[in-house]
């Protein structure tokens, strides 16, 4: 049996291994070969290999204390644990090493006692915890979290209360409790009120606003915030000096309090504008007395500094704005006398002195142009525009001189001015050379990249440094955390010449030497590593840390994460600690509203004609979706959504007419979801799996649809995207309301279609929000291909091509034009249909039509909003065989589509905004048959509310050219943006 013999060394332990008692243990072992190593947690062995790879003492090796140091070090780098222990136990062959570990048990819950009491709760006691101390809690800091408590048990009126508490440490968690005891004592309760001062209303109309009652419990926290909305009360209807405050005074054994409120409300304030009048728009912006809830002197005064600067920029040199203050019948009148004075126009701008420069060349980056608002904050900005110019070629000295001249006597409405700018241009510097010292392990070349002075270009000091700063970027990438660069701009005696110098203090590479991963319960360890821009024994560079951490937030499965690197042993080696904290596995998400929007039905009169209806229809959604599927960067997400539409809607029955009396919803449209995704699963291409479940409502029919798809998508650049997909579907198309001779061949054969097919898209995305973009463009081209080849039932070809701009009008975004245009066109592959007539004998009829499903319709709130849903086509009287739309009005949709809309979109306040629309375009049969000749028009305007819930839209759209049998109108109200 062998001997054991235990050696224990730890965080402490290592202070201490200089004692001889301890020497003489460990020396016992050391130099013994290592036959096995064992981590163990709180008395069960550790399979988990992370622990393991991180352990010096390799099995086979000679124990040395070394090695034995620094795995403690890598083991307490991890974070998480409390103590490390090492015990060395002999056996015949050699020493078996067990590394005891003790973990931290974070404090991650709080538990109460004693919250019944009458006004404590418990909720806004965690919220303390929480929000002031974050978790996991430090055991450290009860103290600090007891006196917080205390403090918030005292808002409640429980003067003196006592709070104390314990830790639970739950081993099977790894995790701690800390139960806090609260024993609030004697609850404090109001006395008598005195309310003094001029609070501007009845001492008992007081008192009830601030909810004051005898006896009440005194809740000092809620009954100041009651006096702060008083005051804002009073302030909001212009009395900006209201103060008040509240003396407390405690009796009997601070049971019972009495309270002093003095209120001093103040004059009414009036603000006056005399002389020359100000933008109404402008004014609270320049005068912001309401918006600060203030008229002291110091707020005036910046008041008046920014009427006579907002003048002076429109080009009233001599304005002037002095303020007074008087008071009048009680109210403190406040007298802004605005006097503009004439108006500065530049006449004229003559430049001088300049010849590395044409006159021309700098005019075009100067705010003054002749007959513009002469201003000097203007001239200055243009100044220091010249000067920056001159600077980037290299003038470091330029000199720009400005004058400016009235042309007319003083007392003109109008004084033109003539300016003046007078240029010294002096010497320019160019760069001779650019020379790179003291790089021993990175080349000149790859530090010369990122470089903007370069032998022959202009010299400019602000490059200098940021050459400097860029060296010093490529080597901290590298590893270099402590490089140093020198810079010696090298100037010649003349200042014509410069041989730029860096020198470079590279310091020692840092190298990576384990990676510790934290945090992951469900998360497999080499999804995380597998996101890391570093490896073990590889640099530890500073943009691959900050795209690592970047990558793994991307994941989308974590709430927290954090890189740190961890100092041991030599200076050339770090360990990398990162920690990550889990997001939920499960979300679930849902919501609600109505549709509004008008569709084509068959009449009530004349069943045979299409007419417009509105139908109002409530929505509903549910979303649930599992992230962090096997520990994988893999989700699996359901979506539902469902709307009822009136069960007395016409167009769901084509044989006849019928209204119920009871009307009411029935019909419903839905639509269900389900998609597997997982990234990057063949290199960067993302794969999705989507079964769909849906049933639609179109203008001439509805249909319900099964499909499956798989895609796999891939980002080729920030704003470039391609993806490929093959999907197969059956969509069944019933209700139709299309009469049985009007109807296609295709239509007729195959109401119930199988379609197989592979599709592909490229898009290019510079827009700034998905839903709401207000700058940027949008492109996308798409592609698919159904053939009988691949088992689909009809054959064809179909492209979709959309283009889409933003553009801010002004600086703010408040005004953007937005620009939409779309493009589809299809074909159909030959397909021969082999039918029988009244005898039995075969007839063989061809067709190249796409079914019904996938034809292209248009018309409704996001393509022709003066129309119906499907409402635009082509249609002749009487009908030819080009017509998209039937005799009836119902629509038969096309191969071919042209749509182009354009809105102007104005943001006006409290997320309300209005937009004017032109919408042009129409439904074609053939894509030959694309005539721009007969695009029809629509014009309207719209209103925009950005609700919590996304753009809530209302449209209006007009038809124009309106032909006899159509109506004027068409309005919707949804969600979201038309494009």
């Given at each position: 049996m062998p001997t054991r013999i235990a050696a224990v060394w730890g965080a402490a332990a290592l202070a201490v291994l200089g004692s001889s008692i301890v020497q003489a243990d460990v020396a016992d072992f050391l130099d013994k070969p290592v036959t096995a190593v064992l981590v163990r947690r709180e008395g069960r062995t550790v399979s988990d290999a992370k622990f393991y790879d991180v352990i010096e003492t390799k099995p086979g090796q000679a124990l040395a204390m070394a090695a034995v140091r620094e795995t403690i070090e890598h083991l307490f780098g991890f974070g998480i644990f409390e103590d490390v222990r090492v015990e060395a136990t002999s056996t015949p062959s050699g020493v078996l090493l067990t590394y005891d570990v003790v973990p931290l048990h974070p404090v991650m819950h709080v538990a109460f006692t004693g919250t019944d009491a009458p006004g404590i709760d418990e909720g806004h006691l965690r919220r303390i915890v929480a929000e002031r101390f974050g978790f996991p809690l430090r055991v450290g800091r009860g103290g600090e979290i007891t006196r917080a408590l205390e403090?918030?048990?005292?808002?409640?009126?429980?003067?003196?209360?006592?709070v104390t508490f314990r830790t639970d440490v739950e081993h099977t968690t790894e995790q701690s409790t800390m139960f806090f005891g609260i024993e609030p004592g004697e609850r404090t309760h109001i006395g008598t009120v005195d309310v003094q001062g001029t609070p501007g209303v009845p001492a008992a109309e007081l008192l009830s606003r601030l909810d004051l009652v005898k006896g009440a419990p005194y809740e000092r926290e809620a009954l100041r915030a009651r006096l702060d909305r008083f005051l804002d009360g009073r302030r909001s209807r212009g009395y900006y000096g209201a103060r008040a405050s509240i003396t407390p005074t405690f009796a009997d054994d601070d049971r019972t309090v009495n309270l002093t409120i003095a209120v001093t409300v103040g004059p009414l304030v009036r603000v006056v504008f005399k002389g020359d009048s100000l933008p109404p728009k402008r004014r609270d912006e320049l005068v912001p007395i309401e918006r600060d809830g203030s008229a002291d002197e110091d707020l005036l005064e910046d008041s008046t500094n920014r009427v006579e600067?907002?003048?002076?920029?429109?080009?009233?040199?001599?304005?002037?704005?002095?303020?007074?203050?008087?008071?009048?019948d009680g109210e403190l009148l406040v007298t802004f006398t605005v006097k503009r004075g004439p108006l500065y126009r530049v006449a004229r701008v003559e430049l001088s002195g300049n010849v590395h420069f044409s006159s021309s060349a700098l005019m075009q980056g100067l705010r003054l142009r002749e007959g513009q608002p002469f201003s000097t904050a203007s001239l200055a900005a243009d100044l220091t525009t010249i000067e920056d110019m001159y600077h980037r070629e290299g003038f470091a000295s330029v000199q720009v001189q400005p004058s400016s001249e009235a042309l007319v006597a003083s007392g003109a409405a109008d004084v033109p001015v003539a300016v003046k700018i007078e240029i010294t241009e002096n010497t320019r510097t160019v760069v001779g050379a650019v020379e790179i010292r003291g790089n021993e392990h990175v080349p000149d070349a790859r530090l010369r990249e990122g470089l903007s002075l370069q032998a022959g270009k202009p010299y400019v000091s602000t490059r200098l440094a940021a050459d400097r700063d860029a060296i010093q970027l490529a080597y901290a990438n590298l590893g270099y955390p402590n490089v140093a660069v020198d810079s010696n701009p090298g100037l010649?005696?003349?200042?014509?010449?410069?041989?730029?110098?860096?020198?470079?203090?590279?310091?020692?590479?840092?190298?990576?030497?384990?990676?510790?991963?934290?945090?992951?319960?469900?998360?497999?360890?080499?999804?995380?590593?597998?996101?890391?821009?570093?490896?073990?024994?590889?640099?530890?560079?500073?943009?691959?840390?900050?795209?690592?951490?970047?990558?793994?937030?991307?994941?989308?499965?974590?709430?927290?994460?954090?890189?740190?690197?961890?100092?041991?042993?030599?200076?050339?080696?770090?360990?990398?600690?990162?920690?990550?904290?889990?997001?939920?596995?499960?979300?679930?998400?849902?919501?609600?509203?109505?549709?509004?929007?008008?569709?084509?039905?068959?009449?009530?009169?004349?069943?045979?004609?299409?007419?417009?209806?509105?139908?109002?229809?409530?929505?509903?959604?549910?979303?649930?979706?599992?992230?962090?599927?096997f520990g994988r960067n893999r989700s699996v997400n359901l979506f539902a959504s469902a709307a009822l539409y009136p069960t007395d809607s016409l167009v769901f029955a084509n044989q006849a007419p019928v209204l119920t009396e009871a009307g009411g919803f029935g019909f419903p449209e839905y639509r269900v979801i389900g998609q597997f995704r997982e990234p990057r699963v063949f290199g960067s291409a993302d794969l999705r799996v989507t079964a769909t479940l849906e049933q639609q409502i179109r203008s001439s029919f509805n249909f319900t649809r099964r499909g499956v798809s798989a895609e796999l998508a891939r980002r080729l650049t920030s704003t470039v995207s391609v993806s490929g997909s093959y999907q197969v579907q059956r969509t069944h198309v019933f209700d139709q309301s299309v009469a049985p001779e009007n109807q296609r061949l295709v239509d007729r054969i195959f109401p119930n279609v199988l379609l197989s097919s592979f599709s592909g898209s490229i898009i290019r995305d510079t827009s700034d929000d998905l839903v709401d973009a207000t700058r940027g463009q949008y492109l996308s081209l798409n592609g698919q291909l159904a053939a009988r080849a691949i088992g689909s039932e009809v054959g064809f070809f179909k492209t979709y091509l959309t283009?889409?701009?933003?553009?801010?009008?002004?600086?703010?975004?408040?005004?953007?034009?937005?620009?939409?245009?779309?493009?589809?066109?299809?074909?159909?592959?030959?397909?021969?249909?082999?039918?029988?007539?009244?005898?039995?004998?075969?007839?063989?009829?061809?067709?190249?039509?796409?079914?019904?499903?996938?034809?292209?319709?248009?018309?409704?709130?996001?393509?022709?909003?003066?129309?119906?849903?499907?409402?635009?086509?082509?249609?002749?009287?009487?009908?030819?065989?080009?017509?998209?739309?039937?005799?009836?009005?119902?629509?038969?949709?096309?191969?071919?589509?042209?749509?182009?809309?354009?809105?102007?979109?104005?943001?006006?306040?409290?997320?309300?905004?209005?937009?004017?629309?032109?919408?042009?375009?129409?439904?074609?049969?053939?894509?030959?048959?694309?005539?721009?000749?007969?695009?029809?028009?629509?014009?309207?305007?719209?209103?925009?509310?950005?609700?919590?819930?996304?753009?809530?839209?209302?449209?209006?759209?007009?038809?124009?050219?309106?032909?006899?049998?159509?109506?004027?109108?068409?309005?919707?109200?949804?969600?979201?943006?038309?494009?």
């Amino acid at each position: 049996m062998p001997t054991r013999i235990a050696a224990v060394w730890g965080a402490a332990a290592l202070a201490v291994l200089g004692s001889s008692i301890v020497q003489a243990d460990v020396a016992d072992f050391l130099d013994k070969p290592v036959t096995a190593v064992l981590v163990r947690r709180e008395g069960r062995t550790v399979s988990d290999a992370k622990f393991y790879d991180v352990i010096e003492t390799k099995p086979g090796q000679a124990l040395a204390m070394a090695a034995v140091r620094e795995t403690i070090e890598h083991l307490f780098g991890f974070g998480i644990f409390e103590d490390v222990r090492v015990e060395a136990t002999s056996t015949p062959s050699g020493v078996l090493l067990t590394y005891d570990v003790v973990p931290l048990h974070p404090v991650m819950h709080v538990a109460f006692t004693g919250t019944d009491a009458p006004g404590i709760d418990e909720g806004h006691l965690r919220r303390i915890v929480a929000e002031r101390f974050g978790f996991p809690l430090r055991v450290g800091r009860g103290g600090e979290i007891t006196r917080a408590l205390e403090d918030g048990v005292r808002d409640v009126g429980y003067l003196h209360p006592r709070v104390t508490f314990r830790t639970d440490v739950e081993h099977t968690t790894e995790q701690s409790t800390m139960f806090f005891g609260i024993e609030p004592g004697e609850r404090t309760h109001i006395g008598t009120v005195d309310v003094q001062g001029t609070p501007g209303v009845p001492a008992a109309e007081l008192l009830s606003r601030l909810d004051l009652v005898k006896g009440a419990p005194y809740e000092r926290e809620a009954l100041r915030a009651r006096l702060d909305r008083f005051l804002d009360g009073r302030r909001s209807r212009g009395y900006y000096g209201a103060r008040a405050s509240i003396t407390p005074t405690f009796a009997d054994d601070d049971r019972t309090v009495n309270l002093t409120i003095a209120v001093t409300v103040g004059p009414l304030v009036r603000v006056v504008f005399k002389g020359d009048s100000l933008p109404p728009k402008r004014r609270d912006e320049l005068v912001p007395i309401e918006r600060d809830g203030s008229a002291d002197e110091d707020l005036l005064e910046d008041s008046t500094n920014r009427v006579e600067e907002y003048l002076r920029a429109q080009g009233y040199r001599d304005a002037s704005a002095p303020h007074e203050r008087e008071e009048v019948d009680g109210e403190l009148l406040v007298t802004f006398t605005v006097k503009r004075g004439p108006l500065y126009r530049v006449a004229r701008v003559e430049l001088s002195g300049n010849v590395h420069f044409s006159s021309s060349a700098l005019m075009q980056g100067l705010r003054l142009r002749e007959g513009q608002p002469f201003s000097t904050a203007s001239l200055a900005a243009d100044l220091t525009t010249i000067e920056d110019m001159y600077h980037r070629e290299g003038f470091a000295s330029v000199q720009v001189q400005p004058s400016s001249e009235a042309l007319v006597a003083s007392g003109a409405a109008d004084v033109p001015v003539a300016v003046k700018i007078e240029i010294t241009e002096n010497t320019r510097t160019v760069v001779g050379a650019v020379e790179i010292r003291g790089n021993e392990h990175v080349p000149d070349a790859r530090l010369r990249e990122g470089l903007s002075l370069q032998a022959g270009k202009p010299y400019v000091s602000t490059r200098l440094a940021a050459d400097r700063d860029a060296i010093q970027l490529a080597y901290a990438n590298l590893g270099y955390p402590n490089v140093a660069v020198d810079s010696n701009p090298g100037l010649g005696p003349d200042g014509t010449g410069a041989r730029v110098v860096f020198t470079v203090h590279e310091g020692p590479q840092m190298l990576v030497e384990h990676i510790l991963v934290v945090g992951n319960v469900r998360t497999k360890t080499d999804t995380i590593e597998r996101e890391l821009q570093f490896k073990s024994g590889g640099p530890l560079g500073a943009a691959a840390v900050s795209e690592s951490q970047r990558r793994l937030v991307a994941l989308g499965l974590f709430r927290r994460v954090r890189i740190a690197e961890l100092r041991h042993g030599d200076g050339t080696h770090r360990d990398v600690l990162v920690s990550v904290e889990e997001a939920p596995l499960t979300t679930l998400g849902y919501g609600g509203g109505f549709e509004v929007r008008k569709r084509v039905v068959r009449s009530t009169d004349q069943p045979d004609v299409a007419t417009d209806q509105i139908e109002f229809a409530p929505r509903a959604s549910f979303e649930i979706g599992r992230r962090n599927l096997f520990g994988r960067n893999r989700s699996v997400n359901l979506f539902a959504s469902a709307a009822l539409y009136p069960t007395d809607s016409l167009v769901f029955a084509n044989q006849a007419p019928v209204l119920t009396e009871a009307g009411g919803f029935g019909f419903p449209e839905y639509r269900v979801i389900g998609q597997f995704r997982e990234p990057r699963v063949f290199g960067s291409a993302d794969l999705r799996v989507t079964a769909t479940l849906e049933q639609q409502i179109r203008s001439s029919f509805n249909f319900t649809r099964r499909g499956v798809s798989a895609e796999l998508a891939r980002r080729l650049t920030s704003t470039v995207s391609v993806s490929g997909s093959y999907q197969v579907q059956r969509t069944h198309v019933f209700d139709q309301s299309v009469a049985p001779e009007n109807q296609r061949l295709v239509d007729r054969i195959f109401p119930n279609v199988l379609l197989s097919s592979f599709s592909g898209s490229i898009i290019r995305d510079t827009s700034d929000d998905l839903v709401d973009a207000t700058r940027g463009q949008y492109l996308s081209l798409n592609g698919q291909l159904a053939a009988r080849a691949i088992g689909s039932e009809v054959g064809f070809f179909k492209t979709y091509l959309t283009a889409k701009t933003f553009h801010p009008v002004t600086q703010s975004g408040r005004v953007v034009l937005a620009g939409n245009a779309r493009l589809g066109m299809a074909v159909g592959f030959l397909r021969e249909i082999i039918q029988t007539d009244d005898q039995n004998n075969p007839l063989t009829n061809i067709t190249r039509d796409l079914p019904a499903s996938e034809r292209f319709y248009a018309g409704g709130d996001t393509t022709m909003r003066g129309f119906a849903l499907d409402q635009l086509g082509v249609r002749h009287i009487p009908p030819q065989p080009s017509d998209t739309i039937d005799a009836s009005g119902f629509p038969l949709g096309g191969n071919g589509l042209v749509l182009f809309n354009g809105e102007a979109r104005l943001a006006l306040r409290g997320g309300l905004g209005v937009v004017g629309f032109v919408d042009t375009g129409n439904v074609f049969k053939r894509v030959v048959d694309i005539d721009l000749s007969q695009l029809r028009t629509a014009l309207g305007f719209g209103l925009r509310y950005k609700s919590p819930v996304g753009p809530i839209r209302v449209d209006l759209g007009f038809k124009a050219n309106r032909r006899d049998y159509e109506s004027l109108t068409a309005w919707f109200v949804t969600f979201g943006q038309a494009f």
